[in-house]
């Protein structure tokens, strides 16, 4: 009882125990198991074939030899007085005066009735003695007549003496050897053990402190992808997360810079102008109020910006989808043509006839059109020209808004659609942009399953593309 609560606190302990400790005992315990396995099936299989090695040369003399004591008993009516035949070689090689039988094939030969009393022996041991049980060295062989069993032949078997003692030998040995092999393989699973759980527990530990800095902050922490395939995998992941996470903190923290840098210029403008009133230096005039008015309008314009964007990212943006044709969406630009108009701008409207419907926020889309187009009108001299071309094939609705203005160069076209980068800060300010314009564009764009581009160089105007999936 104690012995069993013993073993079970054992195998608790391992149970509970590391994965090294785990892995090394199952090793171990497949190992012994399978050596000591193939150990007794090799004992089992040597002791059958020692106990069915067969004197083939005595089964042969058996058989011949019980053909004259069938035709002896046959002759003679019982066995009484074959001991004597024995001795005499003319009733078994047919040469008068030539050696017994027994001398012939150099073997003691016994012979039994049917009541296991012997009535031959070449060595004239046991003549008329009842045999006891078979002799270790001799086999025996039935000499059957007319399914009765007359007589027994027992043969001394030389080799199942000499056997006997070969196997005892063999089979000690072969006992000793299984018992060393199964130590030795025991030894060597131990060292596999350890060797293999190393393996496995080593990237596993790397995971485990990369999670830990990761954890503690420190996204610029990177796992080596070493080792099998399954931890290359692994350490690819952990490094595209912490990589992800890296750039998600760095993000953060250039908008929260960037949203106190687009504060600043307001607010510090704000500032100056009322400290400037509050001592008197300048009065109150209706312009001086009407640019501070503006400068509020820019900042409940950023903020409002600013709510869309941080919709839009963490993925909260609430789509009202409607089924409407392009015109419907055209016809609300009709506002936008007034500016246009004022800045001489030629602006077009061209789209495909018989198209489909689709299915959008309209005010999402309306929205980022103005967009577009308000940025057009900002980057054109007058006649400028603002070109909206709408097609569509089987998948989806392409929007076009192309000018013939400055263009943009290819290194801030690489930029353009980030959160407050503005290809010329001061200018662009000064017209009322909050450099969000296309960040917002895009995000709605892509709320809607579709995708935006830009096309443009310098001097070469610019085409802004976005597509939205057809219903
Ligand atoms: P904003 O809201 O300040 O206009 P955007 O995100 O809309 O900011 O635009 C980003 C930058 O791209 C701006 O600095 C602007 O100068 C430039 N840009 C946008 N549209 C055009 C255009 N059609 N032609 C030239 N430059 C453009």
Redesign the pocket.
Known sequence: MEWDIKLLKKITRIYKSGITTKITLVIILVAVVSAAFSGFLTLYISKKQFGSYIDREGLQIAERYSIIIESYYLLNGSLEGLNFILNKPAYITGQKGGPGFHQVVARRIIVTDDKSMVVADSAGVLLNEKIGSVQNDMFSFPVILDDDQIATFYIFNPLKKGISSLENTFIQNISKQISNSILIVAAVALLLGIFLARRITKPISALSSGIHEVAKGNLEVRLQPRGDKEFVLLANSFNLMAEQLYEHEQSRNSLVANIAHELRTPLSILRGQLESVQSGNIKLTEEISSSLVDEVIRLTRLVKDLETVGLAESGALKLSLETIGIKEITDRLIPLRLAMEENKIDFTIEWEKGMGHIKVDVNRITQVLI?LLT??IR?LDENGKIRLKISSDNQKVIFAVQ?N????AEDDLKR?FERF????ESR?RELG???????IARSYITAHGGEMWVESGVEKG?TFYFSIPQV
């Open positions: 967009n940025n057009a980057h000018d203005g400055p263009g943009i353009i980068y503005r290809v010329d662009d942009g909050t450099g969000l314009g296309l960040a610019s």
